[in-house]
């Protein structure tokens, strides 16, 4: 199907579903390489070279930085644009880490790495981007403007797109947009799921340890202890948020974790509490991390004992510029036809492409993995040692990067 747009160019529009189709059995191939060799954080050395190697011999400038084994590939197109000059710039991202779980799919190309799995997608996001990077080189002379591939590890908690960013990997050229796909198995097969604004949560982790005064269990009268301190903490905040959050900007705090003692008769001296916090808009996130600090330091501060609250900052909110997603939806419903494209509510997982649409414009979107056919519900989900995906999706994922990158060099935002 083409995507039948307006154009301020004499640009004709491609029928990208075609070429999705064609790059399949190359993404299949790359994606089970880099799903049985899974690597974890900021330096995924095996993946990148799998990369490197798929997208050799192509017209492309490799750019990589020091923090991570991450790089950019920019393709420069052979006409000028609207935007004179050279045209416009629009990023492409796809993330390459796995997760520290150990895989149960028992498929022929499960990890070999004990303790290691792709377990949210990556590989597919990895190898769809590569399939879009040949097609959009195999048309490079049509293209009027530049395309930047981005392939960053260290998505799943360690800032890869941060460090990536503070390398200047972003910066010479300095995309006018920027976007992202993400598979989800328990969404219908091609499925493109999005919104406008807030997409997803901001993520900070929660540590705090109480101090009292350890002693024999039989004698709690002689001791400080922390553990119904503790647990009066939990509650707390737990009603602080439901009270006094807004439930039309949402928090969710919880407490995972309560480490303590070591005998069952000894009352222990300190209490130690992790936990994660998410919320949908970085003020409701400040006013909740000076709630965490207030509750963790008073309540204890009441019985005698001290809490010592420590915050480690995680993801901003994602946040999808309108312009952009209009552009996805637009996209979507080219390829997929009407209904293609849903409109999700936020969700409170957190993403750390949230630091590229804080850089520039831009916008995310899901895209549905589990087979036609198939209850979506029934599905293992992201993160769980059981999730596979049909792999067919990819060819909507190739798609889907090739017809919004020729959308926005093409027309951007209008």
Known sequence: MSLDFESTTDWAPTDWTAVGEDSLDDAIVLRRAIHADPEVGLHCPRTSDKVKAALAGLPLEIREGTSTTGFVAILRGGRGGTAGGNGRTVLLRGDMD???????????????IDGAMHACGHDSHTAMLVGAAKALCARRDELPGTVVFMFQPGEEGHHGARHMIADGLLDSPLPEAGFALHISPNMPMGHVVSRAGTLMASTDTLRATITGRGGHAAMPHDCLDPLPIACEIVTAL????????????????????????????????????LGTMRTLSERTREQVRAAFIRMVEGIAAAHGAVGTPTIEEGYPVTVNDE???DLMKACAT?????????????????????????????????????????????????????MTIDERVMAHGIAMHCAVAERFLANGFD
């Open 98 to 112: 796995a997760l520290p779980m150990q895989e149960e799919t028992g498929l022929p190309f499960a990890s070999k």
């Open 238 to 273: 737990q009603t602080y948020v439901a009270r006094q959050v807004a439930v039309t900007d949402p928090a969710v705090l919880s407490i995972t974790k309560l480490n303590a003692g070591s005998a069952h008769n000894v009352i222990p001296s300190t209490v130690e509490m």
């Open 323 to 325: 312009r952009a997603t």
């Open 334 to 386: 080219a390829i997929g036809g009407e209904g293609a494209y849903q409109v999700m509510p936020p969700m409170m997982g957190a993403e750390d492409f949230s630091y590229v649409l804080q850089k520039l414009p831009g916008a995310m979107a899901f895209i549905g993995a589990a087979p036609k056919g198939s209850d979506p519900r029934t599905h293992p989900p992201l993160h769980n040692t059981k």
